[in-house]
């Protein structure tokens, strides 16, 4: 019997599909409500669905990116071939992107048990929503706004990748939230950082989701649940997505900020309540 129901699913897949691209913490929200519905939130199968339907968000970032990501992946193949091709920026951003991911991948396999075991508190969630509030509110006012998405450096690359491990440390934190925290603290402008934070996601979430695949099958989560959830979250994404673009192309963070703040003081009420347990 799977420990999540497939109703349960469509729930979490709307929910993650929400949250995975906005700044808000799409892990801190899961928990939350698994946490509401009885789903324990620190059990290995309820761990691993939530990775796994990461995978339909992430889809939804190929199908709505995919003339720019087949761009990147051509030019890179072409510089792979031919030295002269190796000046172009979609070429270096390819190799950008691949060496940013290393940080996190390296944390994420040293620091697993730290992850799934006292890091996973609702208490940690509530914590680093409000903390990671403040630092959303204080990039915004820092940058200048002023570098396009052509600017970017292995520089820019490097530190906003670095940046995702915040958010894997520290559930509540938001991946998203942190990696276009640190493009604007580096001046790129909203757009730039949005799309920038996409594309780091793309083969880190993935390989989270892979990893995870066989112990959320192989501990209760259930094919049927993790199928209903991926796809749900991958519409839902999908409509995310084209929002937040449009969003950020004439809006500041400070809704998301606000947000942030009240769930993560709501959550803490819950919490000393007893109403949810963390």
Known sequence: MSVISVGQAVVLGAVEGVTEFLPVSSTGHLKIVEGLMGIPVDDDAVVGFSAVIQVGAIAAVLVYFFKDIVR?????????????ERYHHDYKFAWWVICAT???????????PLIEGPLASLWVVAGSLIVGS??????????????????????????VGSSQILALLFPGFSRSGATMSTALILDLDRVAATRLSFFLGIPALT????????????????????????????????????WLLKFVAKHSFN???????????????????????G
Do not use: N
């Open 134 to 159: 403040g630092v959303m509110w204080a990039a915004d006012q820092m940058g200048r706004h002023k570098r396009g998405e052509d600017d970017t450096s292995f520089k820019d690359a490097m530190l």
């Open 255 to 277: 809704a998301f900020v606000i947000y942030r703040i009240v769930v993560g003081v709501l959550l803490f009420g819950l919490l000393g309540a007893g109403v949810l347990h």
């Open 207 to 242: 390989g989270a989701g892979l990893y995870e695949l066989k112990d959320a099958l192989g501990t209760g989560a259930g094919a049927a649940p993790l199928a209903v959830g991926t796809v749900v979250s991958f519409v839902v994404a999908y409509a995310s997505i084209a």
């Open 72 to 84: 990147i992946v051509s030019a890179w193949g072409r510089g792979l071939r031919d030295r002269e």
């Open 102 to 112: 290393i940080p996190i991948v390296a944390v994420g396999l040293a620091a697993k």
